[in-house]
């Protein structure tokens, strides 16, 4: 096998020593081994660094020929196992496709564009587009380790989202190798045919790329809007005295639809007291709400914006605090793992929430912490002027199996509780296949699986993900019901564990 | 010193921390080059995790030990964690439990044996330290001189290796132009136990602070400089946590203290027309927090057009020499210099300046290898060309 694909890659970029390939059957998530190896085989059986989509070509031609499935990874930064192989097979890493083409300018829309390859993290893109004054629209919240390809694999929100909407939005057209091998260019539907060239065989659209996880072809290449370094920016930081003065000013700040609103970052007091005891974040009041507000545009609508959002702070009773303080929480905005120097072992749930409701949701959250006895530490994004996208953390123990497993069972409270105002979750992987249906209505799902069988009928990319749960474990009515029957024990081993970490 | 066990405490500790975000993946100079996950700073963190945290000692690898070695020691991962953990120290602390499991990488432990042969990184006898003050004409170099007000601490690479003594043939002339009260150690200076730190050998390093402070402590000087950005690091953050106590003298990089003489007009630089760029050491920039002096100098030259490279100041490159990476792996390190090589010459710039022998010396080779039009030097040798023409 490994003479095969050194003969596609060369010698230095494709392995079969267990060593190299062991760290590839790991995401950010700790999940307990005897979990991960009851449901999956997610140790590949070789790893591959291709340089062009030639390569990746000739790898999924080969892959096809012997009947193995291929897993495409591109930062490893998410947590639901969407780039760990389900049944090992051949793991395609494209952090090797690197660089951007010139600045293009499209003369219809007199919009910016570049060509990306699609391994390049999005912190890198950005730094290299700043030096020619120009900048990514929007960029996930893990920009220093995501790839360009990965995000838009991904639900594609994050920092920007609220201006410049979902990355799909920004994707011009896109270069894919689809199931069969073939090599494609697709362009947005709205600015050309959606499929064209040799897309025609595999039957590939435009939209089975964005946010499919790799399950309908791999994308090597990106032609993404970007835009010019705004001439000036400000990054307030106002604290609330509690949720719904804090959700009425999330509300506020969408509805009105400042040209200038960039970001806006809620912080729970809870997630301020956890950075605190690691000795950061000592400029915020402890107990309050906060909200970073980033402005990012011409010089007098930033000014214009600001001058309103004192006076809706100072309306919600709310307190702006000195200047710096937001622009320095804007410099760490990549930096929200420090909480983990306090708490170094996080169970999570991440979720889109109507910005409506995130009062309501807070305070439920609140609520079902203070009857399970566990600490809920929260932040969120603003993505869009009606909706949020809502990070929930609590502590566990990876040391202690049990106690770890029965915490696992918390985070179906929260989508629970999330659903129940709206809410759903954010990415689907492995994990999340119990929720498809919290996620998607049943014509949706149908339309989904139909693309999924159109392009990919021998399931050789990603298997395992994103659509029907792999596994009658993870069927959402037996997952469901062992969720709340390991939930029943949860009261129970965190009182005989009482004074564990995290507790 | 700590113990073995709290050693291996605080590495567990450490690597709990860990979230495998994998930030530090793309500004890490090794996995550039290796490409591997094995070679990222968030795998080896998550294999100490799995030896020390979770005692699965058969982690602890031949393969774990050298990706281990296989890092520059740069810092750069530390900038940009997501978690705020302190890199460089862990892979100091893990560096040195290797050494206590006996897996540390032959090289190294052939450099420590030198150093305590020598007092010296090279084979030469520590006596010659001084050989390369024979080829200047115009300037004496005294040793050990009663009254003077500073001593220069003259570093391994330029009293031995004839690519680097140009940087202390520099130094020299520069005191000496300035009119200052300077003298060396000669055979007195040893090494300062940087690459020993580097191994995670801080034990050997104990001797070599003493008997540096104590011969600097005996001249009586108010200031020490030093050439090397390793060496500098080492005085100001390695002896006095080794010691434990104040060294009672300034310690000073040759770059502030030039900066400091053409601030009171003693070194009044001359004319260069040329378009240099600056690489900033990662022991003196990222490290040492020190970005602004070095600059200072070289905007001071009259005639001189200065290009700043996309990585600079705190979120500059390495350079490939730093963390032994050259003993572990020469052609690692050789490609990450020459990666930095060409970041400078995109920039339009004819000579590459830095501020650290090392740094000066791995870039110069991986410059002259590849034969890219781009002379590299010292701000410090830069200084005094400007001068002499």
């Not at chain 1, 709205?190 to 946010?211: C, T, Y």
């Not at chain 2, 132009?177 to 300077?182: D, G, I, L, Q, T």
Request: aromatic content about 8%; some cysteine; glycine content about 8%.
């Amino acid at each position: 096998m490994e003479q095969a694909l050194q003969k596609i890659c060369g010698e230095k970029r494709a392995t079969t020593d267990p060593f190299e390939l062991a760290p590839y059957a790991k995401d950010v998530a700790y999940v307990p081994a005897i979990l991960v190896h009851l449901l999956t085989n997610p140790l590949p059986k070789a790893v591959v660094q291709p340089i062009s989509a030639e390569e990746i070509s000739s790898l999924i031609k080969w892959a096809k020929q012997v009947k193995i499935p291929v897993t495409v990874r591109g930062g490893g930064s998410t947590a639901y196992f969407n780039c760990i192989p389900m049944k090992s097979g051949l793991l395609i890493d494209t952090n090797r496709l690197q660089g951007f083409s010139e600045l293009e300018l499209d003369q219809g829309s007199n919009r910016k564009t570049v060509w990306v390859k699609a391994g390049m993290t999005w912190k890198d893109l950005d730094d290299g587009l700043r030096q020619q004054g120009c900048a990514v629209c929007s960029s996930p919240s893990s920009a220093p380790s995501a790839t360009i390809g990965g995000w838009i694999s991904m639900g594609g929100l994050g920092i920007g989202s609220v201006p410049y909407g979902s990355v799909h939005d920004q994707v011009m057209a896109i270069r894919s190798v689809t199931a069969t091998g073939e090599i494609v260019e697709l362009s947005r539907p709205d600015k050309g045919p959606a499929r064209n060239k040799a897309s025609e065989q595999s039957g590939i659209q435009f939209n089975d790329l964005m946010g499919t996880e790799g399950t309908r072809g791999i994308i090597t290449e990106i032609k993404l809007l970007v835009r010019d370094v705004p001439e000036k920016e400000e990054h307030l930081l106002a604290v609330f005295n509690n949720e719904t003065d804090t959700g009425a000013m999330m509300s506020w700040l969408g509805g009105e639809h400042f040209t200038s609103l960039y970001n806006v970052h809620f912080s729970s007091p809870e997630f301020i007291m956890t950075l605190q005891r690691a000795g950061y974040a000592e400029e915020i009041p402890p107990g309050k709400y906060s909200l970073e507000i980033d402005l990012e545009g011409k010089r007098d609508e930033v000014d214009k914006a600001v001058v309103q959002i004192k006076k809706q702070v100072e309306f919600l009773s709310g307190t702006l605090l000195p200047e710096g303080v937001g622009a320095k929480e804007w410099a760490d905005r990549f930096k929200s793992l420090r909480l983990e120097q306090t708490l170094p072992s996080l169970l999570a749930a991440e979720m889109t929430l109507p910005v409506s409701q995130f009062a309501t949701f807070y305070k439920r959250l609140r609520q079902l912490g203070q009857k399970t006895n566990t600490l809920c530490v929260t932040y969120a994004h603003l993505v869009s002027p009606e909706t949020a996208l809502v990070m929930v953390l609590y502590p566990s123990d990876e040391l202690n199996l049990i106690r770890y497993i029965v915490d696992l069972s918390f985070t179906s409270n929260l989508y629970k509780l999330g659903h129940s105002l709206g809410g759903k979750p954010y990415v689907i992987g492995f994990w999340n296949t119990p929720y498809l249906k919290k996620i998607y209505d049943k014509g949706e799902r149908d339309r989904r699986l139909q693309r999924k069988h159109a392009v990919d009928p021998h399931a050789l990319l990603n298997p395992g993900k994103g659509y029907n749960p792999p596994n009658i474990i993870l069927n959402s009515y037996v997952f469901g019901f062992g969720m709340i029957m390991i939930g029943l024990f949860r009261p129970m081993v965190l009182k005989i564990l009482k004074g564990g970490k995290g507790l | 010193m700590k113990t073995i066990e709290e050693l291996h405490k605080r590495i567990a500790e450490t690597s709990y921390i860990c979230g495998s975000c994998g930030s530090c993946r793309s500004v890490c100079p090794v996995y550039r080059e290796i490409g591997w996950e094995s070679s990222a700073p968030r795998r080896k963190i998550a294999l100490a995790k799995e030896v020390f945290l979770k005692k699965k000692e058969k982690e602890a690898t031949k393969q774990y030990a050298q990706r281990l070695q296989e890092c520059t020691l740069c810092g750069k991962c530390a900038e940009i964690c997501a978690a705020g953990i302190n890199t460089r120290e862990l892979w100091l602390n893990l560096r040195e439990d290797l050494r206590a499991r006996g897996m540390e990488h032959p090289n190294l432990t052939q450099m420590a044996s030198q150093i305590k042969a020598t007092h010296n990184i090279s084979t030469f006898p520590n006596e010659a330290r001084l050989d390369w003050a024979e080829d200047l004409d115009e300037v004496e170099v005294e040793v050990s001189k009663a009254g003077s007000e500073v001593a220069y601490f003259v570093g391994c690479v330029s009293s031995f290796y004839p690519m680097s003594v140009g940087i202390s043939e520099s130094i020299v002339s520069l005191l000496d132009r300035a009119e200052v009260n300077y003298t060396v150690l000669g055979s007195e200076e040893w090494c300062c136990g940087f690459p020993l730190i580097a191994s995670g050998n801080a034990q050997q390093v104990v001797e070599l602070a003493k008997h540096n402070v104590e011969k600097v402590r005996a001249l009586g000087v108010k200031t020490l400089i030093t050439g090397c950005a390793s060496c500098y690091h080492t005085w100001t953050h390695g002896y006095p946590t080794i010691l434990g106590e104040d060294l009672g003298f300034e310690v000073l990089h040759a770059t502030q203290y030039m900066a400091r003489l053409i601030r009171t007009k003693q070194l009044v630089p001359g004319s260069l027309g040329e378009t240099v760029t600056y690489h900033d050491p990662c022991d003196l920039g990222r490290n040492s927090g020190i970005y602004d002096e070095p600059r200072e100098i070289l905007l001071a030259i009259e005639g001189l057009s200065f290009v700043e490279m996309p990585h600079r100041r705190d979120l500059a490159d390495c350079c490939g020499g730093g963390g032994n990476l050259a003993a572990v792996d020469k052609d690692l390190s050789q490609a990450i210099a020459l990666k930095r090589a060409r970041e400078a010459v995109a920039t339009g710039a004819t000579i590459l300046t830095s501020a650290c022998q090392q740094c000066v010396q791995t870039l110069q080779m991986a410059a002259r290898q590849e034969k890219l039009p781009l002379e590299v030097l010292d701000v410090t040798e830069l200084l005094w060309r400007s001068l002499e023409e």
